[in-house]
């Protein structure tokens, strides 16, 4: 049962607008300015056509230091036969870019000429002597720049809708004008309203949200080309949105009204919409961002538009809906209204890392990181929350799962619209595998190297699977072999038993309790997670962290069912110290950096080995050569160490493998 | 034999440089500001990571609108056996984003609850009731967003050295930051010398040069990050050039000295930098691009700059030249002073359509126009000249040549280097053939229909050769065949026996005698072309007009040897008019619209059909339907019928072939 009964396809919705913006006579470029050709007019784009005004170069111009000749006068000049021209009739000094005497049409360079003097010595008055000798004919127009040779005028130098590069503005300079033409910048108001937003800074409690949609929809209104303002929060009050509405409207081409998050606001922005004009739209089958709603607004008068329309966008309040419904809705109308050429984005094929499953009623907007591991390319979808802005950040691709399909299994072969050049994708390690805070580091090191590093976390095990099917570089791994107690190297054998690896230590950590401040519980081991009062968190199945506690309550008998929170799974360190933080748990296993990054205490009780599994066949490659130039770097190993509970002795040692 | 003897492999003149710049500590980022988390942080460069300082949601918050409630409550609660839990202590009402109450684990959605008075019956009041009823239990901590799902304090959000983009800027405001450390932006001082130089904008006469290269280089550091500082231009005289080396320094961090095209001026560039500094390298072996000076200046006191050295570049005065300076050697320096990531340039491998010869002492930057042609990707070579910056506005790629090679024949494989989106190669029509000014227009309309036109002129039979080749998708042509006196069919069977092609008439036009204003020779038909006062200029074989002339003149009986300037040949009209324009020939044959561009008189004598020639492979591709719908469109029409001199009636007309 979906909560907006009333959305609507993803096409249907920019058709109706579409359509609206038609009957408004919006649907065109806004108008036109004409601005000093300078460097504020880059980026901007081209209103009406350059046509060369005049031609360049505008004369005849010697493209070489040297003498200006009738190329006539030079017939028969050789070496056995040199010919002397005299200066001022049969020859011209010129430096390159001089005009040509009229009666010239051709340039003989200076050093292949011989000064003389009256009496036809040699003259050290190399640019104006009495004469030149010449041991060599030159054909007409030799070292001459013909008029016109770049542009001639009247001819088209650059179409309108064209966006203005450095080049562009030399050639547009050098074919005679000195301003341009270009479209006028959309202007639009950003309308954050919501009673719990609080603005970027200010200090915040629980159930205050920090209002940052509207920064991102500024900065993506001035990437596309437009001009944002953003307006202060407005609290969730009808007539006080309105009012906003209405002022917005005098000044502005578009209207961005963000709704808090909540549904009540959300049905103000529908109302007050339906009041002012015409509520075309409320809810599309698009994900993240159903609660979108398109609207036109009636008004009586604008200082800068000549429609009596202006259009709004109801933008979702969570942050990654309120982003893709900028690419989708707002950025091809910028594009519009600029006379903008619209490029398809970049695509690439890739192979999914695991099943997408995605409701059949949507156009599903899937974040991917992308990666290339040997051949091929693989995608592997982020974490699908509307409220996970990390996710857009962390993602390099969108893969569009269309309404009507049910998503895709692991391992199908997906398009991926590229948010990253391809060059970067690249440039990028692709880890997966167990987490670990060194890897945050590591990231930051490789990325003043010139890598990427995207990791996956998704355990230990998984990890090792990822390498199996080539889907990693490496994979970081802290697993435990109950039975001999040594870390990785047997599980090696049984999970990449074709895989060639490469294990190579990056740091010993200590693995302990992380408990709340002052520990008001008084815990103190293993055993004490068995008592009634206490509620641990623990880390999924397969990852290293659940491995050693599953060894470590057997060895002590311990049964997990006895453990109050023993099914609570999280997948990360930081994600079990947050459950802590939070009150949700009163202790989970981990490591101790993971606890101080949460003002937690830690209770050290036992020491672990985390390795990387490098597959082999990388492991000699360019892209992980600044991996291993990060492990030997004395800078890392003392950041590293400055984290809480890690033994860097053995840092970058190769373990070896029987 | 080359004038700079002292040229230098580009590797070589990198390393240089790039020691001198280690030993003056200047080959690391320059300095880092913090600045507001607002719009204008768009596009700056991390130079510190952003660590989370909030964990985003800071708090429980409700996912959805509906009651909080303890998951224990609601154990055992389905359709047939209800549970109700008491409003205030059992469920509280929370909105999208409010916290959770300390005692709660999991939220309800409205619409999954029956809202209940103190007596037990449905009640109005659905967010505020005295109770709720449901029937479905639920699991601890559904429709929660825990504390930390985005982003958890301590955690690596962006590495140093990122480029900030609008979602960046989200996520940092969302994890508690309200400022941004960034590199402070290389401020590079431009300095154009040159006495032959003339601002944009002012009147010129013949030797003057419209002085646009500091423009160029000011929006390629404004692009690369950098602050641009435009100096006036400074006439050739050393003192005043030193002058302005030594104030520029104050306060930059980088000096471009561009010098006239003059090598006198270039002599002062290094003559000054010795002086005051040292000179590292004065030529390098690339092209276009020879007279590059590369060199550090001493100075006493910077206000920004901590090292008592700024660096300095010669940059050579033909732009083509100064814009790849700045690309080889600017650009990459800027990268490392705001230290980004330098991403490799995209690459795709393209066929070379003729061949291209490159002197082998030098790296050769060859700009090409590159397009797809069915499944091939393709490179034409575009004109070489260092004083052509219409060739880099034309370039989609560059293919670089390396020292020690000769060029490669037509047909070789080459890797280009994009300088557009692979997007817009894709969006490119790619013709080949005869010119005609019409094409511009038709560049024109095609662009406001999101195509790009860019057009090869190598005459109407070039054009033929090009489509047997598959290297067009259309060629305009207007072949007389002297036989029939028809235009372009019977060259089809000959040139184009295996590839099906569509006839689509463009325009008829008039050719004619193309002459100076006045007709001061009185030329009025192709017998006073024999005159021994009269030059002529000519188009170059192959092409539909040399045809037409060569047609006519044995029709009446003219010997070819007996025209003065027969020989001069031109490839297009416009550069026949030009010819005509700046008294290089009296008169050459052509169209009436080159003659008026050009303010020049026009001698009607013929009239011709001009048509498209198009391979039938693309004739009813999606690529190719806005071609059609120009041809079709009456505003296109109106436009061409405005030019001189051509018959738009059978525009749009297909012509039966055989």
Redesign the interface.
Known sequence: ?S?YLHDIPLSAAQTRFEQALQSAELDHILGSETIP???N??GRVLAE?V?AR????????S?M?GFAVRARDTDGASLTAPISLQVGEQAQYV?????LP?WA?AVI?I?QTEPLDAKGRLSAEVRAPHAIRIRAAVP??KHV??????????????????TL???????I??C?H?TVSVARRPRVAILPTGS?LKP??AP?A??D??E??A??????V??WGGE?T?FPITPDNREAIRARVLEAAQEHDLILLNA?????SEDFSAEIIRELGDLLVHGVAVRPGHPVILGLISHQLSAISLSPFVPIIGVP?Y?VSA?MT?EIFVKPLLHRWL?K??????TIEATLTRKLASPSGDDDYVRVAVGRVGDRVLAAPL?R?A???????RADGIVIVPRGAQGHPAGAAVRVNLLR????I??TIFAVGSHD?TL??L??FL??R?R?LTSANVGSLGGLVALRRGHAHFAGSHLLDPETGTYNTSYLPRYLPDTPVQLVTLVGRQQGLIIRSNNPKRIMSLSDLVRPDVRFVNRQRGAGTRVLLDYELEKDGISAETISGYE?EEY?H??V???V????ADCGLGIA??A???DLDFVPLFEERYDLVIAAAYAHSDLLAPLFDVLADADFRHAVGQLPGYDVSAMGTVVPLS
């Open positions: 049962m909560f050709l300078d460097e007019a880059l056509p046509w005049l031609s360049s170069p505008h004369y005849h111009a493209a230091d430096n390159t870019g001089d005009a009229a049409n360079m050093e007409p127009w720049r013909a008029l016109g040779e770049d542009m001639v005028a009247g001819e088209l130098v650059l179409p309108t809708g064209h590069r450095p080049v562009d503005l030399g050639a300079a050098g005679g000195d719990e970027i800074g915040v629980a159930g949200i920090i940052y949609n920064l991102v929809l500024a900065a993506q001035r990437d944002p953003r808090g998050s909540s549904a009540g309040g942050p982003a900028g006379g050429a619209i490029d398809q984005p970049q974490q929350g409220g996970v802005i990390s996710s857009l950040v050049d391809s060059a970067e690249d440039r805070m945050d580091l990231a930051q990325a003043q010139n990427r609570q990360t930081l994600a110290a947050a459950a933080a939070s009150g949700r950096a993971a101080q990054a949460l």
